[in-house]
């Protein structure tokens, strides 16, 4: 397997708290993984360095790698991938990481870089360069809509919970895990979102939007 070397650049939101894909770095590994909110400006810093790379792996927000690599006509790419461990809010991280490649990415640094992620437990999801990826263009449209129709009065919180939970077999209704997690940081993904997409099912919905000022407060 690809020996690699971790990057810090600031609080990681996929890895704030120790993990083994941190523990088995070394310090003169052949592949990067840069992590934490400095993410892309620490790559952009080492990028004569990395050209020669297994793959490099940058840690993304809602952003597209493109905005850290830069496109071309869609055929850019190369052997940088992005990445995000998913995690709702305040909730802890997911096993889950998405990886993201674009058109021209190189398979065997896609490749090698799923296999790093596999070694330490983690479960990947590949998918193209897209503001949000996968789990959050999926997930806050129903967010939104689920408060909205609480807004509207269809049922009370409890029983829109009940209904998801033992309708479709979830394990914890979405006003439960959206106030446990947080409806600001729910409206700040949203809100990217609309934001890049322009989309109206993205808009944060009025009691995210209250959420968020509280904290400004």
Known sequence: MTSYRIIQSGPSASFPDPHPLIARADRQGDAWIVVGLGAGYAYR???ATTRSAPFVAIELGTECLGVHTSESSGSEGSNVVGFARFRLGKGDPTALVEVVRQPGTSPAALEAARQ???SVGLKVAVCGDFPGRIVNRLIRPYFNDTLRRLD???ASAA??????????GYPEGPITLLERTGLAEHHDVS???????GQEQYLPARRAQVAKQRTER
Do not use: S, W
């Not at 809100?191 to 997409?197: I, P, T």
């Open 45 to 47: 810093a080492h990028q």
């Open 191 to 197: 809100e990217a979102l609309h934001v890049a997409l």
């Open 159 to 168: 029983d829109l919970d009940k209904t998801l939970c033992l309708g479709l």
């Open 152 to 154: 509207e009065g269809l």
């Open 116 to 118: 790093v992620f596999e």
